[in-house]
């Protein structure tokens, strides 16, 4: 019989309070990628006396299953529940998840979470630490590589593809997998860009744009959440009773696990409100957080405190409980054995149909930010109007890189290089030189930092050859070809975790090869590899055609020569703006007005930079949220409301016509944006409310409807963190749509008393 809440409740009934305990306790036993510099040890003996209730990093699934047997040979025989960090892939990489996001297309996000889903589950896999929905809008922080970039309403959208594919319909089917929303919560706004540094957020900012995402994650039914580094207006995370317990539990109704990250609980002590492990254990428990990863705090004091009587059983056995009903929901009760089993017949790893996926989600994602004459896409290779191609830079044979940061499971030697994508689209009728150009970074103590998580193959290799003797082989091969491919940009772990970056610009090394490649007049296409939004004035210049391609992962060499040659469109579209330089950040286009706004160019006391040039957006970075080009000339018709004047619960339909005026078929992403002029307190200039991916055949147009209610005006007026009280207000509102957050056309309404729900995206 299919175990239930009533097995749950007897089951506590029957356990020690050390046994409760035990079930909190969240151990790794080690493996080749950690985010902290504590492993634990004694694993095997702690699960045969009780004292663990989940493991994280088991890469194999005979671990799973070792582990796995031990616990079934305790008093209890209570499972244990595996868990691992599958951020954008297990073992088929998919382009990261600020890359995914770029895609700006949520039934791709679905279907990879989908698939990373299966092939964690095939090895034991219950848990996945994935998504981070942090909204980041400071690219000085590396781990913006891993969120969905700088907007609520993407993030959100994010939030719900990435849960709904992990976990399905049923949490329980054995290819089913619980996800977990991180990092709980204002973790991009660390002071400076530096990870794990304190945030200060109002309280409107906290409602209105930090949690939105974790909200449409839980209403998507995400089954668990971890509790993030930073403090929160001085009160670290982890042990935030007034976030996690009292807003996100009791008022937003959460009722799933909490777990901790890396020796969160035991980092209260640094943080300077804990005096000891005990109290930093008793603190943890209290703000909510359920399971202590790796510190071994809980494990190895609240037994201790429940007899002093600082926390009660009580507190125990309720987190004891949310993580047993984890392990109820996920099907582990009734066989601990049966994702192994399901993995095991299906064999759904590195599939053709993963593969093609992966390579689908390369040209989705790829931005293309200028296309000088349309350089791309390349004749077709039979065409005769292309004989030879320069594919130079230091990522041009590269495998390493290609995965990107947080791919713990992937392996270079599935990756397609670059170089093997474009040669395998030419055939032999184009000839491909490759020259590395440039070392990645020339700094040997920089090297050093960014191949912290390789044990095996070097991310960055200096190489002997002088950089004048590496220029000169890239520009020989550049002046004998048509065409120049220069593959530039960050290392996997230049961006990531513990991967702040004071300077926004590609690697000097790197833009001395594209200086040089610019001199040889060929034309040049700049393909940037990145896990953040970079600064890339120059390369603007220098390029007749600049591609953000991220980090693609497996696929990456058959997409991205997909892209190039245009078997595919590029449909990606920024998630995150793009600074002109490292002094703009942090950026958004969701900005507030100012008394003294910028006329657009420099002038003296209004908002701006004096050593900005003029063409540059002042406050808007140099590609603004939303911008991509594709391959085709989309023409946008003047948006036109149903009616200007609405009321109460009225709907407004806004429509609008968009008109391929190519010869081939392109995609285009068609941006909403509400803009509110006068309101009781200064709102965004604009804020994305909706959006469409319209696929348009060569010469077509298409009508393209959005449908707005009093829902997408109202807005957070909370005093403190807690107060989840919003507003919609009488007045005037101005609907933006258009290709990017830039390039807007307006129609103005009015809407007298709007009536909205009072609930975030």
């Keep these: 019989m299919k175990k239930d809440k009533d097995f749950i409740d007897g089951l506590i009934g029957r356990m020690t309070l050390s046994e409760k305990i035990g079930q909190l306790n969240l151990v790794t036993p080690g493996g080749e990628t950690l985010t902290g510099t504590v492993v634990n040890t004694d694993v095997a003996d702690k699960i045969r006396t009780g004292r663990i209730g989940g493991i994280f990093g088991v890469k194999s699934a005979e671990a799973v299953r070792v582990f796995q047997d031990l616990a079934q040979k305790t008093r209890l025989k209570i499972p244990l529940m595996f868990a691992e960090d599958v951020i954008h892939g297990q073992k088929t990489i998919f382009p990261l998840p600020l890359a995914l996001a770029a895609s700006w297309n949520m039934d791709l996000v679905r279907a990879t979470a ?18 981070m929905v942090d909204v980041c809008r400071d690219p000085r922080w590396g781990r913006i590589a891993e969120s969905p970039g700088e907007d609520p309403f993407l993030a959100s959208r994010f939030a719900e593809a990435m849960v709904e594919g992990y976990q399905g319909t049923d949490l329980s089917r054995p290819d089913a997998v619980m996800a977990c929303l991180k990092h709980f919560c204002g973790y991009g706004g660390g002071m400076g860009g530096r990870d794990y540094d304190a945030v200060d957020l109002s309280p409107t900012t906290l409602h209105d744009v930090i949690l939105p995402p974790f909200v449409a994650g839980m209403r998507a039914g995400a089954g668990s959440i971890m509790a993030s580094f930073n403090t929160l207006n001085g009160v670290p995370m982890h042990a935030n009773r007034t976030v996690i317990t009292e807003l996100f539990r009791k008022r937003l109704g959460y009722d799933g696990l909490v777990v901790a990250d890396y020796t969160g609980i035991l ?11 005990a109290d930093a254990a008793r603190l943890g428990l209290s703000a909510g957080v359920d399971m202590d990863m790796v510190s071994e705090t809980y494990l190895e004091t609240l037994e201790d405190s429940v007899k002093t009587g600082l926390i009660g059983e009580d507190e125990i056995t309720a987190a004891c409980r949310r993580v047993l009903d984890a392990k109820l929901k996920l099907g582990l009760f009734d066989d601990p054995y049966h994702r192994l089993d399901w993995g095991r017949a299906a064999q759904p790893i590195l599939t053709a149909g993963n593969r093609q996926l992966a390579r689908e989600a390369v040209a989705a994602a790829t931005v293309v930010l200028k296309n000088e004459g349309n350089l791309l896409p390349l004749p077709a290779p039979d065409s005769g109007r292309i004989g030879g191609i320069a594919l130079v830079g230091p990522f041009a044979l590269d495998r390493v890189n290609m995965n990107g940061t947080w791919a713990v499971a992937g392996s270079p030697s599935t990756v397609v290089p670059i170089a093997d994508g474009l040669r395998e689209a030419v055939g032999n009728a184009v000839s491909v030189t490759t020259a590395k150009g440039a070392n990645i970074v020339d700094e040997t103590w920089l090297a050093t930092r960014l191949n912290v998580h390789d044990w095996k193959d070097l991310s960055v290799v200096i190489d002997v050859r002088s950089p004048e003797a590496m220029i000169a082989e890239a520009v020989a091969a550049a002046t004998a070809a048509d065409v120049t491919v220069a593959v530039v940009g960050e290392a996997r772990e230049y961006s990531g975790e513990s991967s702040s970056r004071t300077d926004l610009s590609i690697p000097e090394p790197q833009k001395k090869l594209l200086r040089a490649l610019k001199a040889t007049g060929k034309p040049l296409v700049v393909v940037v590899l990145t896990g953040r939004p970079l600064a890339l004035a120059e390369e603007t210049l220098l390029a007749d055609a600049l591609l ?126 509400i803009g509110d002029p006068v309101a009781s307190v200064s709102r965004p200039v604009k804020e994305l409310k909706a959006f469409r991916k319209v696929a348009l055949a060569a010469r077509a147009t298409e009508a393209v409807n959005f449908v707005i209610t009093a829902d997408d005006l109202d807005f957070s007026v909370a005093e403190t963190v807690a107060d989840l009280r919003r507003r919609s207000e009488s007045g005037a509102f101005d609907i933006h749509i258009g290709p990017n957050s830039r390039d807007t056309q307006a129609v103005r309404v009015t809407w007298d008393e709007p009536q909205s729900r009072g609930k975030q995206s």
């Design 114 to 131: 989908r698939v990373a889903a299966q092939e964690a589950a095939s090895i034991g896999i219950d848990q996945v630490y994935s998504p």
């Design 267 to 277: 980092e209260l002590i640094a943080h300077g409100i804990a005096s000891d492990r």
């Design 548 to 673: 953000i391609a991220w980090f693609g992962g497996t696929e990456i060499g058959h997409g991205l020569a997909d892209v190039l040659f245009g078997k595919a469109e590029p449909s990606g579209r920024l998630p995150a703006t793009f600074p002109y330089c490292v002094g703009q950040v942090p950026v958004t286009y969701a900005h507030r007005p100012t008394g003294r706004p910028t006329p657009g160019r420099f002038q003296k006391f209004t908002s701006g930079y004096v050593d900005l040039p003029d063409e540059v957006a002042q406050n808007d970075g140099l590609y603004p949220f939303g911008f991509g080009l594709g391959y085709g000339n989309v023409a946008y018709g003047p948006p036109r409301a149903n009616r200007t004047k609405l009321t109460g619960d009225d709907r407004l339909e806004v429509t609008l016509t968009v008109t391929n005026l190519g010869d081939r078929p392109t995609s285009e992403t068609v941006q909403l944006y």
